[in-house]
């Protein structure tokens, strides 16, 4: 019997996310690449809805696709979830991720053969067959596949991490105390989406007035989509005073309170997003809603009806002391 | 930020809330390069004027504890860090004033004294 250990966890997560997603890719070039000379030029690259044929490019790009899709995104899911699995981390999160990471590498791959295969040996992409048949067919393997890399993975839970006792602030008899942090999401995550967005916002600019694409507002579209998630979730206010526990973004909005009176206990625990919540951000999971935008020590609030709040802050100790102090004081 | 408030006290508000930032900067729970909340933000959670709570920061900012920067705000200076090695010695000094029986009032002024 293997022990379930985190290595394993890791061990197998690597297998799948990474390991599989480049043998996928590997194959799945040589093969194009195989058939390359049998191709026309250009060959169909994008189909619509109809399954016919309606963008072309030269070759290559089909294969820089491959690499890019078949391998580069789950390695990109892979490096991003290889830090917490090598603390050691474990939990049905990462097995879903590295489930997730090979079912999308197989897909792009089979994809990509199947739509060459259909146009091995014509003379113009045009005449190239519905896209309808190589997609069953690959995500029919895509999903064999990924159950195997469900299975392959240990099935194991990360086990729950111990409350820390929180002293309360003692008050002198008329003291009143309060407490306040901010809260926000690590630079290196929120620097490249600040980017993203730029970029979009310059090409959404860029197609309305340099090219004649008619598609007006629409690519303007992304651009706000993603400036209002990075202004309600990558800068929070955490706030205790005799009102409760408050915790809002940047612009007000999400907004989550707890009033001293349904306070029934308050804790601080290591927190971490990917473990305990499946991702960064503002987060949701039975029971609870966590405002994790990074990891470390933070403030857990359990409300009178059950519910829990975390939310990763600086200083969580203070904090949970001062709201302890609060909450007791009032009843 | 932590403050503590108490309304009867004869020390006003402003000073108290400045008393806690020093307190926070020498409990090492605040560092050089640190920002304070707006003033507004403190002195929504507080309850109190938001004049109160920009005083405490003039305040501060005289004694060289935080710079007020344009665009970011009060942010504590090198200051802090000063401060925070202070602590050890005022340890030392408050636990061998207790052992001779001196209260900390009774620390204070000979402080206070000794400084004139």
């Known amino acids: 019997m293997t022990q379930l250990t985190p290595q394993l966890s890791r061990r197998r997560f690597v297998l799948v996310a990474v390991w599989l997603p480049l043998v996928a890719t590997l194959v799945s070039l040589v093969w194009q690449i195989a058939l390359l000379p049998t191709l026309p030029d250009p060959v169909a690259i994008h189909w619509g809805a109809s399954g016919q044929p309606n963008g072309f490019a030269p070759a290559w790009v089909n294969l820089v696709m491959t690499v890019a899709i078949g391998f580069g995104l789950p390695a990109v899911l892979a490096a991003t979830t290889l830090r917490p699995l090598r603390r050691g981390e474990q939990g049905v999160t990462f097995r879903f991720l590295g489930v997730v990471a090979s079912w999308l590498s197989v897909l792009i791959n089979a994809l990509m053969v199947g739509t060459t295969i259909g146009q091995s040996g014509l003379d113009d992409a045009r005449d190239a067959p519905t896209i309808l048949v190589p997609l069953i067919v690959a995500a029919l393997l895509a999903t064999a596949i990924c159950v195997l890399a469900w299975f392959i993975q240990p099935a194991v839970n990360m086990p729950a991490r111990a409350d820390q006792q929180v002293q309360p602030v003692k008050l002198a008899p008329g003291e009143q105390a309060a407490w306040m942090r901010e809260t926000s999401m690590p630079r290196i995550f929120v620097i490249p989406m600040v980017i993203l967005t730029l970029v979009l916002l310059v090409a959404a600019v860029w197609a309305l007035v340099a090219t004649d694409l008619g598609a007006g507002l629409a690519f303007f579209v992304a651009p706000v989509v993603l400036v209002a998630a990075l202004l309600t979730s990558t800068v929070f206010y955490v706030r205790v005073n005799t009102e409760g526990f408050t915790v809002r973004s940047l612009v007000g909005w999400p907004r989550f309170h707890v009033a001293l009176r349904d306070v029934a206990g308050v804790e601080t625990r290591a927190i971490y997003p990917m473990g305990d919540f499946g991702g960064w951000g503002v987060r949701w999971r039975p029971n609870a809603w966590g405002v994790v935008l990074r990891e470390g020590t933070g403030i857990v609030v359990t409300r009178t009806n059950g519910k829990q709040l975390m939310v990763t802050v600086d200083d969580a100790e203070t904090g949970a002391a001062v709201l302890a102090a609060l909450a007791a004081k009032r009843a | ?116």
């Open chain 2, 1 to 116: 930020m932590f403050i503590r408030l108490n309304p009867e006290s004869d020390t006003p508000l402003f000073a108290q809330i400045a008393a806690s930032v020093r307190a926070d900067a020498l409990a090492g729970r605040l560092h050089a390069g640190d920002r304070l909340p707006a003033a507004r933000e403190v002195a929504k959670t507080v309850g109190v004027n938001v004049h109160t709570v920009l005083h405490a920061y003039q305040l501060l900012r005289n004694e060289g504890l935080i710079e007020l920067r344009r665009g970011r705000g009060a942010v504590l200076t090198e200051h802090c860090t000063q401060l925070a090695l202070l602590e050890q010695s005022i340890h030392t000094l408050i636990e061998q004033a207790h052992e001779l029986g001196l209260s900390t009032d009774t620390l204070t002024a000979l402080i206070k004294e000794s400084s004139s």
